[in-house]
Every structure is written in C-alpha cells, then in structure tokens.
Nanobody, 119 residues
Framework: QVQLVESGGGLVQPGGSLNVSCAASGEIFRIDVMAWYRQAPGKERELVAEITRRGRTDLADAVMGRFTISRDNAKNKVTLQMRSLKYGETAVYYC?????????????WGKGTLVSVFS
C-alpha cells in the first residue's frame, strides 16, 4: 500500500501564488512518475503537470509559464508551484504517483486539496 497526502491548498486571489505539495509513503521501491491533476466543479479531471524520476516535466498548455512542478526523489515528494492563478483554476488538485513497490507496480491517487481562486 502507498499513501499520498497533499497539502498547501487554500484561498488565493486572482493573480496570486500558491504551492501544493504531496508526500508519498508506504511500500515504495521506486516512483517513476508523479503528477498533479485538477478537477473543477462540473468538469472532468485534467492533467496539470507531471514529472519523471529523472526530472523531465510536462505541463498542460493552460499552465505553461505559470506553474512549475518539481520533486524530491529521496523524500518521495512532489510540489506544484502556481503563479498568476485565475478564477477558472478553482479546483480540487490531486496528486498521482506511479511506480513500483517491492512486489508489484502501483498507481495511487491522493484525496485532493482544494484551491479556491476568488477576490
């Protein structure tokens, strides 16, 4: 079993910045990809950003240039730095991790952290 715990969500004004982090724990041998998704009210979950173990990143076009994803492999932690947040980016942000435990591969989701953008 692997647990993902997100932190750092909250309220922010449009144009503001906020960081969300996610720490993975449990039976982990290696995490290959860590990612952030978000789901706004009434919409489907969408990929925001992902990062490989070697540090290669991929960001959604909508957040390119404003969001940065980074990870600490030693701590099994991933952080999403969000700048210039917009009204439409109010959503529950979910952490996702895919890798290997000691006996099999895994993919787990966190429970999510709410980011609310409003003035």
């Amino acid at each position: 079993q692997v647990q993902l715990v997100e932190s750092g969500g909250g309220l922010v004004q449009p144009g503001g910045s906020l960081n969300v982090s996610c720490a993975a724990s449990g039976e982990i041998f290696r995490i290959d990809v860590m990612a952030w998704y978000r789901q706004a009210p009434g919409k489907e979950r969408e990929l925001v950003a992902e990062i490989t173990r070697r540090g290669r990143t991929d960001l959604a076009d909508a957040v390119m240039g404003r969001f940065t994803i980074s990870r600490d492999n030693a701590k099994n932690k991933v952080t999403l730095q969000m700048r210039s947040l917009k009204y439409g980016e109010t959503a529950v942000y979910y952490c996702d991790a895919a890798g290997y435990g000691y006996s099999r591969g895994f993919r787990y989701w966190g429970k999510g952290t709410l980011v609310s953008v409003f003035s």
